[in-house]
């Protein structure tokens, strides 16, 4: 049988945007997993009244609820007590339950347990109660009616235990299914363009089904399929992943990868090289990319931001003659700073980004959006051209940096490294 759930998160902190739904997210990523459906994301204030409304739609269309937040001890926590009233279940005390958020709180905070903490062993009759090992509100599920409705905690981290430790075996006895999706990573073409190139095969996908999504700077398909096992699943994504490959050639940059700074830091572990870096316009944003990741370490040995013209001649020995007659943003300065960052480093390769990210145009008049960027390597020295246009300086630089081991990757793969994009 195929579910449908629908997320229900309770508090007014959430809608003022003091804080980010996260456990939405968390939620819905394990609900894919055990092959039950997400249709509806709903965020409702400490009200009973709305919530009691919101319930009621969602019963309509949903037979799964989860609802996370309204479990704490205070006057604004009602969420067990809508639940109760909209499905005609009563609230019963647990002694059990009492007693032991009264031994958390004497012997964890080393307090008396305050009397409104009582509310909490108050739980729907004949519930499965979720237990509670990080905080004082257990969680429960309760089914009526052919709905099942499960509450969960609102801190994410008492959510994300109670989530895995009771409700993910609760919800795996009820769905036969598994979801299983492949992550398709492209760097090169937009979102419109890749979804031209495949909109006819994906409007006629039901299961397996294939959609675009765009991301800061490369877009990401994902192909996701339902099956009665996780093999059968594979087995029915592998041909399209095959095909979205073939469909876009050499812009497919990895499959179930994060980003193209992870696959270049595995390339060049692969190869046993080392990278160096140079920037300007980026500030140091390709250096701090791939020192973010674990293991970078074992293949960057160091990279120098030169901002001014001055610390490109001084510190890159990038030769005067090529920054008086061409300019700081150039092919032949690109290419300079790359061999300046190998030279210096020591390392077996370099790459570099010099480039005008706005808010204006360069003292020569270059204008915003055109950066370079500079490979050096001991086969030689390559350069691409980027114009990105006007867009948003913090749009340009993390453009710009994605070119950067765009070009680094096509290198480490023997793909053609200055085509431009």
Known sequence: M???????????????????????????????????????????????????????????????????????????????????????QPLVLHPDILEEIRVFYESALHVPMPENNAQQAMLPQGCTVFDNPVGTAPGCAVSCNGVHVLMLPGPPHEMETMLRRCAIPYLRRLSQEVIVSRDIMTFGMGESSVDQLLHETMSHMENPTLATYAKPCEVRLRATAKAADTAQAEAMLSPVVEQVRTALGDIVYGIDVENLESVCLSLLKERHLTLATAESCTGGLVAQRITALPGASAVFRGGVVSYWTEIKAAVLGVPQEILDQYGAVSEQTARAMAQGARRIT????????????????????????????????PTGTFCRKMDSGRRRRDRIRGLAANHAFDVLRRYLTGLPVEALL
């Open 346 to 377: 020591g390392a077996d390769l370099a790459v570099s980004v010099t480039g005008v990210a706005g808010p204006d145009p360069d003292e020569r008049g270059t204008p915003v959006g055109i950066v370079y960027i500079g490979l050096d390597t």
């Open 2 to 88: 195929s579910h449908t759930a629908e997320l229900i998160a309770v508090g007014t902190e959430l809608l003022l945007g003091n804080i980010a739904n996260t456990n939405a997210q968390t939620i819905s990523q394990a609900l894919s997993a055990l092959g039950i459906n997400v249709f509806w994301h709903t965020v409702v204030g400490d009200n009973p009244q709305r919530l009691r409304e919101a319930l009621d739609i969602a019963r309509r269309r949903a037979d799964i609820l989860i609802t996370t937040g309204g479990l704490g001890p205070t006057y604004d926590d009602l969420t067990k007590q809508t639940i109760c009233a909209a499905f005609d």
